[in-house]
């Protein structure tokens, strides 16, 4: 088989920024999420309202920086705000997307980024929530992206450090979180999912390149709901490279 012309990191950046919708306003962290809606601003989407933890909101971010902290968040943004700014703009329900990454997931996106085994003596410690059980709260979609396989995609979480549908239909309006929020995509190198509506449980939405339906159940530790028809992922295109290269010139994150 012949190596594909671009890196999965390439192929998760591309595909992520393609949900970011012109107009919108999305809530981003470091890494890839960056990386994911400045490609959708400088792309198919100019007027998307781009919102960092550190209180920089609408920046025209040059060049990819290194956190949400970075002073190039700042860049050109309609305002040099502050944590409290921003976490309230999520409170009262300004911002559609979230991207958060995760360690663990389960079916219904419930994610743990805290702690795996007892919590007095953990097999690992994790960083923890920062922001993301907020944006995972409050957001009205999130994305979610992560690496696949069968000690990530775990039946129950030994830890939910962010809401996804919680018990399943219902499971986040019982807790008290505002009705028609919640996970709506999630990014591996495997695939793309979402969520059914009947079940709320993770269900796969399109393949990427010379990747099996079968590879994809086998690198999950639950049953994940498969249509009968699943798509294959387009991949990135000769113009989205050329941009990624611009956004990530020193191959940050962008050469894996």
Sequence with gaps: MAEA?????ELLACVAARLLEDGKSVFVGTGLPMIAAMLAQRTHAPHLLIIFEAGGIGPQVPVLPISVGDSRTFYRAVSASSMHDVMSALQSGYVDYGFL???AIDPYGNINTTVFGDWERPEVRLPGSGGANDIGSLCWRTIIIMRQDRRRFLKRLPFITTPGYL???GG??????????????????????GFDEATRRLMLLSRHPGVTVEEIQAHSEFEILIPADVPESAPPTPEERRVLREIDPTGMVIRG
Excluded: F
């Excluded at 012309?5 to 990191?9: D, I």
């Excluded at 986040?172 to 793309?192: D, F, H, K, W």
């Design 5 to 9: 012309p671009y890196t999965p990191t």
């Design 101 to 103: 990454g995760a360690a």
């Design 167 to 169: 018990t399943g239909p």
């Design 172 to 193: 986040r309006e019982a807790a008290g979180l505002p009705e028609g929020t919640g996970p709506y995509r999630v990014i591996t190198q495997l695939g793309v999912y």
